[in-house]
């Protein structure tokens, strides 16, 4: 959150939120958020006022919604919006906030169902603009679950206790597909894709004015090569810059670095995932990415380059 998880140091640190119900959501032992309280703050952009007894000891992951919200209730497959703030729940110090900014998405998946079960439980039964705390035992917010199992240990110590808000929720649109050999040469033709030119050894990438980004994953082939071919899972050396699509300022260039990359096509974004695949060595590609095969609704709340991306990669080798 970056998700919760980035304000938490930890992809398990999040806060559920509550249902509309006459009793408010919860999952877990919630006996640790008895002190808890919670004021908003005058609006959506100012922190609330969080006090909680510490240190905070919680010997299960739990979840409970404080306040409860009025709109609709969050469904499957949604992306639920929210703003976030985390505290040390040894000292109750402030870690970090989100509230000063955009609000970051977190989708109710079975990616989310399986790291975070009780999240997602909890959000299942909440409705928009709910207040929920959520905290984690130490050891399995560490990863090491059985750290906590020894009868010597005593309870754990919560690390990080997390209060959220949810703004909004909604249907998460359809993935991007890649475009058809077709589309491509249409979109061509008609000046609509982004074009590019060597200068001093480097590529310059030229976005079209006026022109709307192409709605889906677009791989404009320039130059075929002639070797290995691409699988998903390659380790591939590649040369590439980036630009974005709003602006066609650049973000990122192994040509400035002066050395191609390293990577395996696994571990990258999905539009490089997919817009590779199938190529051969010595290829030259522009790729135009949407969003959800970059870097997501919350690129700029983690730093990266938001909205749709474009790439000129030259794939030197498939290893």
């Known amino acids: 959150m970056r998700k919760v998880m980035a304000l938490a140091a930890a992809a398990s640190l999040l806060l559920l939120s509550a249902c509309g119900s ?29 006090t909680f007894d510490t240190p905070l000891v919680a010997t299960e992951a739990a979840a409970k919604v404080v306040i409860e919200g009025e709109g609709e209730t969050i469904k499957e497959n949604q992306n639920v919006q929210f703003k976030s703030v985390a505290y040390n729940a040894e000292n109750g110090s ?19 169902k399986q790291q975070l079960p009780a999240l997602y439980d909890t959000f299942l039964a909440t409705k928009v603009g709910s207040w929920i ?15 906590s199992a020894s009868p010597s240990a005593g309870p754990a110590s919560a690390k990080t ?9 909604g249907d998460i649109p359809p993935a991007s597909e890649k475009l058809g050999p077709d589309e491509v040469k249409k ?4 000046g609509a894709l982004p074009t590019f030119e060597m200068k001093d050894g480097k590529p310059a990438i030229t976005i079209p004015k006026d022109k709307e980004e192409p709605a889906g994953l677009v791989v404009d082939v320039v130059k075929e090569g002639t070797g290995k071919v ?19 300022k ?12 390293d990577f395996n096509l696994s571990q990258v974004i999905k539009g490089w995932t ?19 095969l970059a870097y997501g609704p919350d690129a700029a709340a983690q730093g990266r380059p938001a909205g749709t991306l474009v790439f000129f990669v030259e794939l030197k080798e498939v290893k």
């Open 22 to 50: 006459s009793t408010p959501a919860s999952s877990g032992d919630t006996a640790p958020f008895s002190s808890l309280k919670i004021t908003p703050g005058a609006n959506d952009t100012s922190d609330p006022t969080v």
């Open 250 to 261: 650049q973000f990122d260039s192994s040509y400035d670095r002066g050395a191609a990359s």
């Open 133 to 147: 705390a959520f905290v984690e035992p130490a050891a399995d917010a560490a990863g090491n679950p059985s750290a």
């Open 161 to 169: 206790l997390v209060v959220l808000k949810v703004m909004s929720a």
């Open 94 to 112: 402030l870690l970090g906030s989100s509230f000063a900014q955009a609000p970051s998405t977190l989708p109710t998946t079975d990616e989310l």
């Open 187 to 190: 979109l061509k033709d008609a």
């Open 230 to 248: 691409a699988t998903e899972t390659s380790d591939v050396s590649a040369n590439y810059t980036g630009v974005r699509w709003e602006d066609g």
């Open 274 to 292: 997919q817009g590779l695949t199938g190529l051969k060595a010595g290829t030259q590609v522009m790729l135009t990415i949407p969003s959800d």
